[in-house]
């Protein structure tokens, strides 16, 4: 790992901890993020099957009306990251290959990315308890989802 790259992180990291129990916590939250894996904007809630989700934080430039109008109230109904939070619980870092098979095509993921103009996306999944999970969704530049997801996974 090259030292400017371990230095930007540590002091991401030293920032995020430092911001617990503050206000500032999810955009520290962010900035470390994106010491690690390129991004253009992240949107957090908060996610109990069966609820409207929890909006947390997000750092969408432009149709921010979108997540508030549409998505929060109805259209995370049909979210392929989210639905299976309710029935099959994953936790972890999620492509759309993850969530929608291969030969398959999901309406609800066309008709947003064509409504946003994101292209592709990672989602990251943590389960709080057995009824509550932060749910991280990070919008990536296009094409680059297949990089990041084997840089996140190496083991």
């Known amino acids: 790992m090259p030292t400017l790259f371990k230095d930007a992180m540590l002091h991401a990291l030293t920032q995020t901890i430092d911001a617990l129990h503050t206000v500032s916590f999810t955009s520290q939250l962010t900035a470390l993020l ?19 989700p929890i909006y947390l934080f997000d750092s969408i430039p432009e149709r921010r009306e979108l997540l508030f109008q549409r998505y929060l109230l109805q259209d995370y109904q049909q979210d392929p990251f989210l639905v299976p939070l ?17 030969a398959g095509h999901n309406e609800y ?5 064509q409504r ?18 932060i749910v ?3 919008e990536l530049p296009y094409k680059q989802v297949k990089k990041h997801f084997r840089l996140l996974n190496r083991g």
């Open 34 to 52: 994106k010491t690690i894996i390129h991004f253009d904007c992240a949107v957090i809630i908060g996610y109990r099957p069966d609820k409207h």
């Open 86 to 102: 309710g029935s099959a619980p994953r936790q972890g870092v999620l492509c759309m290959a993850d969530v929608v098979p291969p």
């Open 109 to 113: 993921a066309s008709n947003f990315y």
């Open 116 to 133: 946003t103009g994101w292209q592709d996306e990672l989602c990251l999944a943590i389960r709080l308890d057995d009824a509550r999970w």
């Open 136 to 138: 991280i969704c990070l």
